[in-house]
C-alpha cells in the first residue's frame, strides 16, 4: 500500500488541526482544576462543619452536666 506524495506534501490542515488539539487541551486541563478545586473546597467544607458539630456536641455535654 503506497500513499501518493501529493497528499503527505499537503499540510493545509496542519495549523487548523493544530489549534483544535491545544483548544481542546486547555478545556480538558481547565476542566480538572476546577474539579481538583471543587473537591478540595468541599473536602475543607466537610472538615469544617465536623469540627462545628464536634464542638457543639461538646458544649452541649457540658451544659448538661452542670446544674
Partial sequence: M???SSFIDDESG???VEE???LGLAVITISIVIAV???ATGW???AI????QLL???WNGLTNLLP
Avoid at 49 to 52: A, E, K
Fill in 44 to 46: 475543607a467544607q466537610e
Fill in 56 to 58: 457543639q456536641d461538646s
Fill in 49 to 52: 462543619s465536623g469540627l462545628l
Fill in 20 to 22: 483544535s488539539l491545544l
Fill in 14 to 16: 496542519g495549523p487548523l
Fill in 37 to 39: 478545586i471543587l473537591q
Fill in 2 to 4: 503506497t500513499v501518493p
